[in-house]
């Protein structure tokens, strides 16, 4: 699954639906560092609280908005969040959900190696 392209409808819609919510513009300033879009990843669980999802599980950096600094008290310094496209719709540590997309803060990511010489020749004969 590839992230969802910003001209994808559901993309337009999702971020101005947030846009709304927000009050403000996404940031599409994608910093260098960061994971870039379409980067696979497992979102992962916390290893000191039972969350902050259900399960982990795989997902796409999406594209929607650039990553962004967290803006928390239990922020580590520079720590980003990014919006990631579930595979399967989730369900977060309280239930919630289900969800089919979030902002994950990075310390729940683990980016997934990428599928070199996976390419596709044709079948066998």
Request: charged share 25%; net charge negative.
């Amino acid at each position: 699954m590839l992230a969802s392209s910003s001209s994808d409808p559901t993309n337009t819609g999702d971020r101005r639906a947030v846009e709304q919510i927000m009050s403000r513009p996404l940031c599409q300033d994608w910093p260098a560092p960061a994971l870039t879009a379409g980067s696979r990843v497992t979102v992962v669980r916390d290893p000191d609280w039972d969350g902050p999802w259900r399960n982990e599980f795989l997902g796409t950096i999406d594209d929607m908005g650039a990553p962004e600094l967290v803006e928390s008290p239990h922020a580590r310094v520079g720590e980003l969040a990014f919006w990631v496209t579930f595979d399967a719709p989730q369900y977060d540590s309280d239930g919630a959900g289900p969800y089919r997309k979030a902002q994950i803060w990075d310390r729940y990511l683990r980016p997934e190696p990428a599928l070199h010489g996976s390419t596709w020749n044709g079948p066998r004969t």
